[in-house]
T-cell receptor
C-alpha cells in the first residue's frame, strides 16, 4: 500500500547510543518532515526537507541529523541519545511548494525510550 | 500564547451526541488540517481546508478565514470515534505545520 513507512515501531536505547529512524514514502512527495510528540504538547518539527539534497532545521533540531539523498527516503539520526529524547516520533510527507496546500501523510510512529 | 489553540482539551460524550471541537489560530495560513490519532496508533488526516466547509460521512469541518477559526463536528457520535483530534495549520510565511495540543474525545455507549 502506498504511504509512509516508518521503522522501527519501538526502540529502547541507552544514554549515549546512536541510532537511525527510517522513513520511506512511495508517493513521490517532495516535502518530508520529522516531528516529535510529547505529552501535553503539540507535535514539534525537528527537521524537514523540500526535496532531494535539501534539508533544514525545524523547531527542535538539537541532537538530531537528517539527510535526503533520494526523494523516497528521509532518515533521522540520533547522534548520542539522551533521556530528553524519549518521545514518539512521526515522519510525514506532502507535495511541496511554498504557500500551496496539499494533504499530509503520516507514518505510524516510532516510540523511543532512552534509559 | 500558542499559535494554535484547541478547545476543549478533553471531551466526554454519550453515544449519539453531536460533538464540536474548536480550533483558533493567530498566523496567516495556506491550509488547515484536522487529524485523528487513536490510542497507540498513528495519525490520520481527516480534512484539509482553505475555505468553507467539507463533509465526510458523519464528520463536518468548517473554517472562517476572517475570524481565524475552525470547527470539527461529529454527528451521531459512536464509541469508535474515541480518539485525539488535532488541528494543524500550514503557515503561509514559513510553509511549516503548527500543531494544536489536541482534544481527547471519549464516547461512551
Amino acid at each position: 500500500n502506498a504511504g509512509v513507512t516508518q521503522t522501527p515501531k519501538f526502540q529502547v536505547l541507552k544514554t549515549g547510543q546512536s541510532m537511525t529512524l527510517q522513513c520511506a514514502q512511495d508517493m513521490n512527495h517532495e516535502y518530508m518532515s520529522w516531528y516529535r510528540q510529547d505529552p501535553g504538547m503539540g507535535l514539534r518539527l525537528i527537521h524537514y526537507s523540500v526535496g532531494a539534497g535539501i534539508t533544514d532545521q525545524g523547531e527542535v533540531p538539537n541532537g538530531y541529523n537528517v539527510s535526503r539523498s533520494t526523494t523516497e527516503d528521509f532518515p533521522l539520526r540520533l547522534l548520542s541519545a539522551a533521556p530528553s529524547q524519549t518521545s514518539v516520533y512521526f515522519c510525514a510527507s506532502s507535495y511541496g511548494g511554498h504557500g500551496t496546500s496539499y494533504g499530509y501523510t503520516f507514518g505510524s510512529g516510532t516510540r523511543l525510550t532512552v534509559v | 500564547k500558542n499559535e494554535v489553540e484547541q478547545s476543549p482539551q478533553n471531551l466526554t460524550a454519550q453515544e449519539g451526541e453531536f460533538i464540536t471541537i474548536n480550533c483558533s489560530y493567530s498566523v496567516g495560513i495556506s491550509a488547515l488540517h484536522w487529524l485523528q490519532q487513536h490510542p497507540g496508533g498513528g495519525i490520520v488526516s481527516l480534512f484539509m481546508l482553505s475555505s468553507g466547509k467539507k463533509k465526510h460521512g458523519r464528520l463536518i469541518a468548517t473554517i472562517n478565514i476572517q475570524e481565524k477559526h475552525s470547527s470539527l463536528h461529529i454527528t451521531a457520535s459512536h464509541p469508535r470515534d474515541s480518539a485525539v483530534y488535532i488541528c494543524a495549520v500550514r503557515s503561509y510565511n514559513t510553509d511549516k505545520l503548527i500543531f494544536g495540543t489536541g482534544t481527547r474525545l471519549q464516547v461512551f455507549p
